[in-house]
């Protein structure tokens, strides 16, 4: 791949973001501001399915002394990520979450995981297994917080919801200009003189409406989390948090 600017292509791929996901940044700071640790401590943080990295940066910048670790499966997404870290203390990572090897490693490891926009692409199936193995990679009272697309348990009530976000997202890319998906991905091939294969298709197995808010919550107390509850939700939109019990 040719050498890139990847702060412009990080600045593209966060306008878009910014359209498509309604209210995304308040979701940032709101699961960051919930998790309430100790701002100078030195927590080890895990943010899943981390894309270029946003939610891994605005983390470091509550709590300026953590070590995080930044995994997604997209190699092109982390390469924009690296290209644009400034520190030593995020550690982009490329795994599978649907792979249970590489959780051995992080055995209670974390005080706080986290996940924006990502953990739609999963199926059910994966998403138990997911949540039961966040369970296991979080310390003793340690947090986690997911903020996605979660569908309504009523499927009249998520096609409505769908019309409606879609007319928001088409409204906020006239005023923005920003790339959509395809654009996106397509300038950037582009720039970089070569097909990026991303392998795509080969993990999308989910929904744009994400799963049901009651699978959400029924999945999370069967895993063994306490305390969960939806913190923030905007039609299919909604942010999740459970605790680890303190044992």
Same mark, same amino acid.
């Given at each position: 791949?040719? +050498?890139?600017? /990847?702060?412009? /292509? *990080?600045a593209r791929w966060e306008a878009m973001q910014n359209c498509y996901v309604p209210h995304r940044l308040y979701r940032f700071d709101l699961m960051l501001k919930l998790a309430d640790l100790p701002r100078e401590g030195e927590m080890n943080i895990l943010d899943l399915g981390c894309g270029p990295g946003a939610l891994s940066f605005c983390a470091l910048r509550h709590y300026p002394r953590a070590r995080i670790v930044a995994v997604d499966f997209d190699p092109v997404m982390l390469a924009i990520g #690296?290209?644009?870290?400034? +520190?030593?203390?995020? #550690? *982009?990572v490329r795994v599978d979450l649907r792979q249970p090897d590489w959780w051995e490693t992080y055995e209670e490891k974390f005080d706080l995981i986290v996940s924006s926009t990502a953990l739609h692409w999963l199926s059910e199936e994966h998403m138990k297994h997911l949540y039961a193995r966040v369970y296991r990679a979080l310390k003793p009272g340690g947090q986690f917080f997911n903020s996605d697309h979660m569908a309504s348990n009523d499927p009249d009530v998520q096609a409505h919801y769908r019309k409606l976000l879609h007319v928001n997202q088409q409204s906020a890319f006239h005023v923005v200009g920003a790339d959509d998906w395809e654009h996106f991905w397509r300038e950037l091939e582009q720039a970089a003189g070569k097909d990026l294969d991303r392998s795509e298709e080969e993990l999308w197995e989910g929904t744009d409406n994400g799963l049901r808010r009651q699978f959400h919550v029924e999945t999370l107390r069967a895993s063994g989390f306490e305390q969960v509850a939806f913190h923030w939700q905007d039609m299919g939109e909604a942010v999740i948090g459970a605790r680890k019990p303190q044992g």
């Open positions: 791949m040719k +050498t890139l600017d /990847w702060q412009h /292509w *990080f #690296q290209g644009v870290a400034e +520190t030593d203390r995020i #550690q *982009f």
